[in-house]
């Protein structure tokens, strides 16, 4: 989107499908990201359905119009230039969950934290470790989250698609996902989640409660949680932590404005207080450039990066 004139265009045309109290024009994407930080975005529209989003996928799709879908903003940062387009956010309707048998029905929208939650509440075990993910399920699902050993391939048993120009819906697999460490074939199909059914066990409440509550205390004690962030910023390169590798090359503490290398973790980079997008980036950037150098591993992100 280039032009006022045909910014507003668009924006007339998503009123049409969402309602004109779902469209925001120029959003603070600081508003809808974990890190608290970043430009706006020219237009975000909050999808209310299924059929919504369907319209809003084909008429940006044939309009060649540069979009991107949007969950708990928990591993998105938007540069300080804002994003050139629109964000598609996936609302209410998509939050929602059951139980059949030992399978917890999932909409996108869900957050995972409420997912472990409803799964403990219903005497199933096999979530646990997604307790303290901040990420939505359809977040979560695209990424292949995971935490503690656990990965959310390892108890996903299908997901309800919709391709991402909206022409077609279809049911994938955790196999036909290709789930691999923090990626899945998403990345590169651009098909959008809809649904996720995750294939647990039978357990005893107690022991699904206690261990979601030592996650919990072991995150709490280790990790930045009051502090806005992005999680752990780097993959885990292989045969490495990158959070040891940065603390051994001197950097836990390392500021650049209010970005800083976290003092509890060195693999989270942390908001403090006012921090742009920019000084996020150029820690970053100090900090791959420093691990590179003293051990010759070049860190990539985990925290998907958009904008101008």
Request: glycine content about 12%.
């Amino acid at each position: 989107m280039r032009t006022e004139k045909m910014s507003d265009r668009i924006a007339v045309r998503l009123e049409e499908i969402a309602g004109t109290d779902k469209v925001l024009r120029d959003a603070p994407m600081s508003k809808y990201t974990s890190f608290r930080a970043g430009g706006k975005a020219d237009l975000l529209v909050n999808v209310s359905s299924g059929e919504d989003l369907q319209q809003i996928l084909q008429f940006l799709s044939s309009e060649g119009i540069a979009h991107m879908i949007l969950g708990n903003g928990s591993n998105v940062l938007v540069r300080d230039g804002g994003y050139r387009g629109v964000i598609v956010r996936i609302g209410e309707a998509f939050n929602y969950m059951r139980i059949e048998d030992c399978a917890l029905v999932c909409g996108s929208g869900v957050s995972l934290a409420m997912a472990a939650k409803a799964a403990a509440n219903a005497a199933l075990t096999g979530l646990e470790f997604a307790s303290g993910i901040p990420g939505s399920v359809g977040g979560g699902v695209f990424m292949n989250a995971g935490a503690y050993g656990g990965e959310l391939k390892n108890v996903l048993k299908s997901t309800a698609l919709i391709t991402g120009d909206g022409t077609a819906f279809a049911q994938a697999s955790a196999e036909e996902l290709e789930m691999g460490y923090r990626h899945t074939r998403l990345h590169e199909s651009g098909e959008i989640v809809l649904e996720a059914v995750f294939e647990l066990e039978p357990g005893d409440p107690k022991e699904i409660l206690a261990l979601m509550a030592d996650l919990t205390a072991r995150r709490n004690e280790k990790q930045p949680v009051t502090y806005p962030s992005a999680g752990s910023f780097f993959k885990r390169p292989e045969g490495y932590f990158a959070g040891k590798m940065i603390q051994d090359a001197g950097l836990k503490g390392l500021s650049v404005g209010g970005a800083q290398v976290s003092q509890l973790h060195s693999g989270f980079i942390i908001n403090t207080g006012g921090a742009s997008a920019t000084d996020i980036l150029q820690l970053m950037q100090i900090v791959q450039a420093r691990v590179l150098d003293q051990f010759g591993v070049l860190l990539e992100p985990e925290v998907r990066i958009i904008g101008e």
